[in-house]
């Protein structure tokens, strides 16, 4: 059972972090290595067990990941192929394409290099198998952490509800990207009204772009006002050009109107978890909810937001690769 004390360790440190804040990007980590530990602390129980269970540990340890990864790549490949016939050839629409061609490039290269029975050559393959594996360790975390954190619902009554602004279709009319995050605010307004609790303020929040004829909070205080919310009930934070800006900003309105305020913050679902590790840092007092994405949108906009938060733990995540990148040089200089 002393394989399984890793495990163990990081599970009670994702317990103790998730209690503490669940707006951290570190239970993301603490989860992946809990499970990334028990699966090893299994596996070295399979000497011990009937041969039928051991060899579905195996499977499940090792076959499983590996097939998934080739179906991750056939997926990602064709998500990129609708991203591009549905959304145009922008580059933020061919990262899941991008992606699947990379796990293939990936493997391709894993299989020819490593075959060719140098040293030099096996220790480039070993550093980007580990600068690979790394990055993907990090994904999964994330990917599994945002899945997870997508499931927190609503409980009890909130004093405000801040939807963050995107950008406008004729720098006037709400899209439907923002529109899925207007109605999820609207749906929580009118349930807590339902079950009796006080009408929370529906707090819009969103500048004026350069190529915007209105800033988006107004647009999306209209919105809502067509759909019926009363005006009394909106508060409109028009000021922000980012997402840090837009919570930094709605603070300040919520702390100037309770300072004791409670609240969620509305986004689309793919980017939840990353707004809500900003809110964090923003000293917001509130959980973020995700709103629906359209399906085929989801791989390569969630790839985007990791990529975001990847390069916001630049200094750890770049510290590390580089340690990659110096160990392999070290083991092509001495193979």
């Given at each position: ?9 990081f ?34 129980l ?28 056939v ?10 016939r ?14 699947g ?5 990936l ?7 490593g ?40 409980r ?36 807590q ?6 009408a929370?303020?529906l ?31 909106l508060?409109?934070?028009?000021r ?8 930094e900003?709605?603070r ?20 939840a978890?990353?707004?809500?590790m ?10 973020v ?12 906009a ?10 916001e ?23």
């Amino acid at each position: 059972m002393v394989a399984f004390v890793p495990a163990a360790f990081f599970l009670v440190l994702f317990g103790v972090s998730v209690r503490e804040d669940r707006r951290r990007f570190r239970n993301a980590v603490y989860l992946g290595l809990t499970v990334m530990f028990l699966s090893l602390g299994l596996l070295t129980l399979v000497p011990d067990l009937p041969h039928g269970l051991g060899a579905a540990i195996v499977a499940t340890v090792l076959l499983v990941p590996a097939l998934g990864t080739l179906a991750l790549g056939v997926f990602l490949i064709g998500n990129g192929l609708t991203m591009v016939r549905k959304e145009g050839r922008r580059p933020a629409n061919l990262l899941s394409f991008m992606a699947g061609v990379g796990i293939f490039a990936l493997i391709a290269f894993v299989l020819t290099l490593g075959s060719q029975g140098s040293g030099l050559l096996d220790a480039v393959v070993a550093g980007v198998v580990l600068l690979a594996g790394y990055v993907s360790f990090l994904f999964l975390c994330f990917l599994a952490y945002a899945f997870l954190y997508g499931r927190i619902k609503v409980r009890g009554d909130v004093d405000y509800v801040v939807m963050l602004g995107s950008g406008l279709i004729g720098g006037e009319r709400v899209p439907p990207l923002l529109a899925s995050r207007l109605r999820k605010g609207q749906e929580i307004h009118d349930a807590q009204i339902a079950r009796g609790g006080r009408a929370p303020l529906l707090l819009t929040s969103g500048g004026k772009g350069t190529d915007e004829k209105l800033a988006e909070a107004r647009a999306m205080a209209d919105w809502l006002i067509a759909q019926g919310v009363p005006r009394e009930h909106l508060r409109v934070e028009d000021r922000s050009r980012t997402t840090e800006q837009n919570l930094e900003f709605s603070r300040e309105i919520m702390l100037a109107g309770d300072p004791s305020y409670r609240c969620v913050v509305v986004t689309n679902n793919f980017h939840a978890f990353r707004a809500a590790m900003t809110a964090r840092k923003a000293g917001v007092n509130g959980q973020v909810l995700g709103s629906p994405t359209a399906k085929y949108f989801w791989p390569s906009a969630t790839i985007r937001e990791f990529v975001a938060v990847f390069w916001e733990h630049k200094i750890v995540n770049l510290g590390i690769c580089g340690g990659i990148v110096a160990l392999t040089a070290l083991l092509a200089i001495n193979p």
